[in-house]
Nanobody, 117 residues
């Protein structure tokens, strides 16, 4: 079992920055990609950023140029640097780890990010 623990959420004013981190433990050698998703009240969970073991990245259009995802394969950690935060970034942010064989997704418990105007 892969266990994911997020940290770094909190309250910040618009234009500020936060750095989220996620640590994976357990049978983590089989992780193919790690990423961040977010969910605001009344909305579906959406992709924020994903990074593969090889370093390829995908970002949501709404965060391109503001957020940066990074990964340390040796430590099985992933981080999300969030700059120029906007009130619409307010959501619960979830860490994700994807296993390909067998195909499965692991999720962290979520960390709240609140951006005030």
């Amino acid at each position: 079992q892969v266990q994911l623990v997020e940290s770094g959420g909190g309250l910040v004013q618009a234009g500020g920055s936060l750095r989220l981190s996620c640590a994976a433990s357990g049978v983590s050698f089989s992780i193919n990609s790690m990423g961040w998703y977010r969910q605001a009240p009344g909305k579906q969970r959406e992709l924020v950023a994903v990074i593969t073991r090889g370093g390829s990245t995908v970002y949501a259009d709404s965060v391109k140029g503001r957020f940066t995802i990074s990964r340390d394969n040796a430590k099985n950690t992933v981080a999300l640097q969030m700059n120029s935060l906007k009130p619409e970034d307010t959501a619960v942010y979830y860490c994700n780890a994807k296993i390909l064989v067998p195909r499965y997704d692991y999720w962290g418990q979520g960390t709240q990010v609140t951006v005030s105007s």
